[in-house]
């Protein structure tokens, strides 16, 4: 069932929020989703955003200015939230990067997690097939595409499913989490002591694995307060060179993690993914 | 003393935001200014904006999206705050719509606002010399636009002061605040009983009283929540045909008062004020 919580119109379309049962998380999901003027007639291709720590799906929506470049582009955005949520799911209510607002986008194996922390699931299994029941979507043309946690998320959904995403492209991710702090934290938790677990949802062992990446666009800005701690892109750079595996990563002189990051860069992002889709 | 809070790249040029001592405010204040890249190199025209009820200088920075639009037409925006703010200023801590946050572009009159509550002395003549002292801006080209409350104080700040402004422009603006709820009640607390003294703060008073108006541009979305009870376009474009004052009012089919419908046409007005300030 899904029920409609929210419909606003912007750029001649609208951004509408869902709540849904989700099998995968064992909860009430909820999403956003940006459907520009050309869905009224046709069917798009459309682009999956996995937002970062503490957010929801409402940072995006506010935030970054997509929706602009999705009316331009003829572009679906999806929008899901960062974590199961709810009176019944675990949290760890003083801690930003752990439990609610923080799933990692990973399957969980681990008590008091393994009942509803199942992002990776969600993402890739149980979220298209419900877009592609529900909204005038393009069936099979999906890109994805998110930030830090969520750039981390977008690099390994592509990573672990070939040909499922036509693209992927990142702001500033977690591109070696198992050797982040942010990333040892929650995979500790989630996924429990044995490391070999962490590196199948790590975008650089992944790559260091052998798993194949379609065309993929990093930004990264210079100034990101987080860059030399959690983010490690040259990890994930080297990985890929070594592999000879394209990857387009470009440092931005001066740009910091934030959202006006993601707003300077976001519609090249997005005519990335709509020449990828379209090709 | 000017003191710079935060400097954060986008766009290629900078977003800051700065604290000083204000005169008019009897209390620090705090705006943030958007440089963008030209600014680096040249004295550019400058928007003022003006935020609604509940914001402070964040809302539009984050949500509006005009930080693109700025570095393509190469203009610096200026966004202060909604009225004084601090510890020794009053307050209705259960009120959204009197107060901190509230100051509605007047000069209070009244205890214990009279003291603080000068947000049209600072809009007006304490905000320009101050930015024109302090950034690269053409001295002289400047235009004023604003949100809802904010729309109000741009309408007036436009007509009051002849001349000042090369152009105006509101989003959703309180059209006619001595018969809107929202400006009955901070009118009664800032100015008195007086409703002659409204009137001085009263966009569609104002043009009825044969104030000028500079070129004006105003959008209204046709589902705002509040456009039947608090907003009455209808009565300033009626004064503005009587007078034979040019009004571009466009009732925008569908939109709310959110800053959604703001994104959606915040480009739209700021190339409304680059023609005019570069005219």
Known sequence: MMKQLERIKEFGGWLERWEHESSACR??????????????????????WLSGLTCTDDNVRVKAGAQRYCAELGLILVMPDTSPRGEG??????????????GFYVNA???????????????????????????????GKRAISGH????????????????MYA??????????????????????????????????????????AGAPLPPAL???????????????????????VARKIPLELRMQ???????????TFIGEHLAFHARAMMA
């Not at 492209?169 to 044995?194: K, R, T």
Request: aromatic share 12%; proline share 9%.
């Open 27 to 48: 909860c009430a999901m909820t999403f956003s989703v940006y459907l520009p003027p050309q869905a009224a007639s046709q069917q798009l291709p459309v682009v999956y």
């Open 148 to 163: 830090s946690m969520g750039g981390h998320g977008a690099l390994v959904c592509a990573l672990k499913n070939p040909g």
């Open 89 to 102: 799911v675990p949290d760890v209510a003083e801690r930003y990067d752990l439990g609610q607002g923080a």
């Open 109 to 139: 194996t681990q008590p008091p997690w393994a009942t509803h922390y199942h992002m990776y699931d969600y993402v890739t299994d149980e979220l298209p097939p419900l877009i592609e029941a529900n909204f005038p979507v393009i069936p």
């Open 167 to 208: 693209s992927v492209s990142a702001f500033s991710p977690i591109c070696n989490p198992v050797i982040s702090p942010w990333g040892e934290g929650c995979f500790s938790a989630y996924l429990g002591d044995d490391r070999k677990a962490w590196e199948e949802f790590d975008a650089t062992c992944l790559v260091n």
């Open 253 to 263: 002189e001066g740009y910091d993690h934030s959202y006006h990051f993601i707003a």
């Open 218 to 240: 990093i930004d990264q800005g210079t100034a990101d307060e987080f860059l030399a701690e959690q983010l490690f892109p040259q990890n994930l750079q080297a990985a890929c």
